[in-house]
């Protein structure tokens, strides 16, 4: 068996342009634009990136982009202030602060600050009940990417036995709720689990976020499964010195000789998180003013 390559670039590409054109009807039919704050605190080059790239995705589906940049000892009261101002202004539906924060910042407490209904990292612990108990909240973005491509690839899971490795508040909690809203039969597996390889093995949709390289290999997995693959981890590349190479945690060579479908890392999940802030910052706007939700794009 060889299997399906599951391409996350290509499907993100695909809902960004879903989210441009629900936009586009927003500002003709409603005069309402979608508006993005990012709070980046300090200069950490990797968080720099990646707000540079929610800032180009944002404006390239036509949402409007606000950049507020503070300085690494900004205190604690100031960063607040700038939250609570974001909180009341109208014109912002999505807030997010991109961690990491310098130590003398509480993420938790920067996140507690942030109004639920403009979370749109879905990480507050509102965010969090509303999920586990069945209520209409705002989803975090990873686990409600790799819940879209899921969707794509197979359709109807109920019924469908899955495995999240992987209990973090991040990611596998919030994907193993959506998978049983799904109505899969869920395990969240983790260090501790005993037979790890063998909870593995019966999963009809594997999901591996442990940040371990290469840990899942073809015998973890069953024959026919759907993979996907959030681990990132940096190593040396092997052949070429002085660059680097991304690897996941699953060994992706193996395992698509047993997998009926699998994400690569890199373009795989990733590319969907940025996607999926978007379509969260649209639904979080369309909340605000009482419209219908875009339909596809939320769990």
Not at 27 to 49: W, Y
Not at 108 to 126: E, N, T
Request: glycine letters at 10%; charged letters at 20%.
């Amino acid at each position: 068996m060889s299997a399906a390559i599951i391409d996350g670039k290509a499907f993100a590409g695909t809902v960004r342009g879903q989210i441009s054109e629900h936009v586009a009807r927003l500002k003709e039919e409603q005069g309402i634009t979608p508006g993005l704050a990012v709070i980046l605190v300090g200069e950490d080059p990797a968080s720099e990136v990646y707000v540079a790239a929610k800032h180009k995705q944002t404006v390239e589906v036509g949402m409007a982009s606000f950049e507020h940049r503070l300085p690494a000892d900004v205190p604690e009261a100031e960063l607040f202030a700038l939250i609570d101002a974001l909180n009341a202004d109208a014109s912002v539906h999505g807030i997010l602060c991109q961690f990491p924060v310098p130590d003398h910042l509480d993420e938790r407490a920067v996140v507690a600050r942030i109004d639920p209904a403009k979370d749109v990292d879905g990480l507050s612990v509102v965010n969090a009940g509303l999920l586990a108990s069945g209520e209409t909240g705002l989803v975090s973005c990873t686990p409600l990417g790799c819940l879209m491509l899921l969707r794509d690839q197979l359709g109807n899971m109920s019924g469908m036995e899955a495995v999240v490795i992987g209990r973090s508040n991040l990611f596998g909690k919030p994907m193993g709720q959506l998978l049983l809203r799904e109505n899969c039969t869920v395990t969240i597996a983790h260090s501790r689990t005993k037979d790890l390889a063998e909870v593995c093995r019966r999963a009809d949709i594997l999901v591996a976020a442990v940040g371990r390289a290469e840990m899942v290999k073809a015998d973890w997995v069953k024959p026919g499964a759907t993979v996907i693959d959030v681990g990132i981890t940096r190593i040396d590349h092997p052949e070429k010195p002085g660059k680097t190479k991304l690897l996941g945690d699953v060994d992706f060579a193996d395992a698509a000789t047993v997998a009926k479908a699998i994400t690569p890392v890199p373009g795989g999940v990733g590319p969907m998180t940025i996607a999926c802030l978007l379509a969260n910052t649209l639904t979080a706007c369309c909340r605000a003013h009482g419209l219908a939700e875009p339909q596809g794009l939320t769990a």
